[in-house]
């Protein structure tokens, strides 16, 4: 079955420093998301992308987000200068018809 | 701005109990509700519920869609442990290429 996969699993980084967080969405997607979900809280949504450019982001994803698809397969999201309030579970998902699949999240820990 | 409420927070049941969980929404440009169900990571899908009324069922969970009232519920029958979960619901609207906005979600644990 066809799954959305992202990498890496976990990162553990140092305020200030860049992370990039990458997805890989199901093949046939076309809309493409990133959740954030910082531990015991809800699933919040950050942004959504499609051909080639973002559509709706949220407060949350100020300058220091970015989001790109640099080519035909990957999804990725670039934290500039973490801060400690980052650290947090981001979801990749993608979404074909009506319902989103999710990633199983990458773990940002940041010191 | 997109508000989802989920009632109850957390719920504990015991083996072979019925739930019920309940979702209430106000949302811009309504498409579709959607339910997930998240254990350890990834939330899973589980319903979209479009029309109002019409019970979607999946073995022993089941859900329904009030779009008059604004607010859907999620059944669960003869539970088992492996329903131990938090059950997320959101609107999805048809802005912002129909983003999912979730709510808190209900944390149910099942006690054998």
């Known amino acids: 079955e066809p799954e959305v996969t992202q990498t890496p699993s976990h990162q553990v980084t140092q305020m200030g420093q860049e992370v990039i967080l990458r997805c890989v969405p199901i093949?046939?997607?076309?809309?493409f998301y990133w959740y954030r979900q910082i531990l015991g809280q809800k699933v919040e949504f950050l942004v959504s992308?499609?051909?080639?450019?973002?559509?709706?982001k949220s407060e949350i994803f100020d300058d220091q987000f970015s989001v790109e698809r640099p080519d035909g397969s990957n999804f990725t999201l670039k934290i500039r200068s973490t801060k400690l309030e980052d650290s947090a579970m981001y979801f990749c998902?993608?979404?074909?018809?009506?319902?989103?699949?999710f990633g199983e999240g990458s773990r940002l820990t940041v010191l | 701005e997109d508000k989802v409420v989920q009632s109850p927070l957390s719920l504990v049941v015991h083996e072979g109990d019925t739930v019920t969980l309940n979702c209430s929404y106000e949302?811009?440009?309504?498409?579709?509700l959607l339910w997930y169900k998240q254990e350890k990571k990834a939330p899973t899908f589980l319903f979209m519920l479009?029309?109002?009324?019409i019970e979607k069922k999946s073995g022993r969970l089941s859900s329904i869609l009030d779009k008059k009232e604004l607010f859907s519920i999620l059944n669960i029958t003869a539970t088992q442990t492996g329903d131990s979960a938090v059950y997320l619901c959101g609107p999805r609207s048809t802005g912002g290429y129909q983003k999912v906005t979730f709510g808190t979600g209900t944390k149910l644990q099942v006690i054998p």
């Open positions: 479009t029309s109002s009324g």
């Open positions: 992308f499609y051909n080639n450019e973002i559509s709706e």
């Open positions: 998902a993608s979404r074909a018809g009506g319902e989103l699949f």
């Open positions: 093949s046939n997607h076309l809309y």
């Open positions: 949302v811009t440009n309504f498409r579709s």
